[in-house]
């Protein structure tokens, strides 16, 4: 199995859009791994994880052909994670001899009511192309080749979000943004299905602040937390691929930092563009 970072960061970027604190005016001067846009995955050459407004850049830059992807799993309605219109590009006057009739789009229950009436706004071809599903938690799906399943996610208390796991050719990985500690039911599900990840990205959005257990995003004491636990349900072992990711500049992200931090509690940083096989 294959991923690609496309987005690491949280929803203002990094350096933020309009911010000058001395990370983000520093993350400009070094470039590089420090440049981070919204957060967006792509597994194997066909399935994606989130739409960001950034969708079409990532897709200039890294040179994918958004016709081949089948999958398209979202994890909730925030705007930097799930921009709609897009989707409104599929066919009609804007996508022309596209190589995949269908795209599968899962997406909590929120996220579903939202694209549903954003797609009745949409030309008759673009409707027929897009196959929308409920995300229902613990109920694994099998779709295009892989099993999917998605989680409760400790996030937007308002609304409904997830986190997923995705299973292929006997290789199973956790993507687990936007969240923070996961929920007693999350590691009971795990434990309980008897779960084994080959590789792990968690959300690491506030990075070295001091993070609480009802928070909604994670920093690297509550990464360390699950990791353990994660480790002491055997979920997790030596081999396993694990990853921090979606940083804040609030959290003095600079990559550099990042690295030396992960690397005392077993993790690899995350970076636009970074592929991991595994």
């Excluded at 199995?1 to 990094?14: D, L, P, R, Y």
């Excluded at 400009?28 to 981070?36: A, C, D, P, Q």
């Excluded at 799930?82 to 995949?100: I, K, T, V």
């Excluded at 995003?217 to 990853?243: P, Y």
């Amino acid at each position: 199995m294959k991923i690609t970072f496309f987005g690491t960061a949280a929803s203002e970027g990094f350096p933020g859009l309009f911010c000058s604190c001395k990370y983000c005016i520093r993350a400009r001067e070094l470039g590089g791994k420090n440049i981070r846009g919204r957060s967006q995955a792509l597994i194997g050459d066909d399935l994606l994880i989130d739409l960001p407004p950034d969708t079409m850049s990532y897709f200039q830059r890294y040179r994918v052909r958004g016709d081949k992807i089948k999958t398209l799993l979202i994890t909730h309605g925030h705007s930097d994670h799930y921009f709609p219109h897009d989707l409104c590009l599929r066919g009609s006057w804007y996508a022309h001899d596209m190589a995949e009739e269908f795209l599968d789009v899962i997406c909590p229950d929120s996220v579903f009511d939202d694209c549903s009436r954003t797609l009745e706004k949409a030309d008759d071809d673009v409707k027929k192309g897009i196959r929308l599903k409920r995300a229902s938690l613990y109920e694994p799906m099998e779709i295009n080749g892989y099993k999917i399943i998605a989680m409760r996610a400790r996030h937007d208390f308002s609304r409904s979000a997830v986190i997923y796991t995705v299973e292929r050719d006997g290789k199973c990985l956790l993507y687990a943004h936007d969240t923070g500690y996961f929920y007693d039911e999350v590691f009971d599900y795990i434990k309980d299905k008897g779960i084994r990840f080959d590789f792990a990205s968690f959300d690491c959005t506030n990075a070295f602040l001091p993070s609480k257990e009802t928070d909604s995003h994670m920093g690297f004491d509550n990464v360390e937390r699950v990791i353990d636990r994660l480790k002491t349900m055997g979920a997790v072992d030596k081999k396993a691929l694990l990853f921090v990711n979606h940083f804040s500049h609030n959290g003095n992200a600079l990559h550099e930092y990042l690295e030396v931090r992960a690397s005392k509690i077993g993790c690899k940083v995350s970076f636009d563009g970074c592929k991991v096989e595994f």
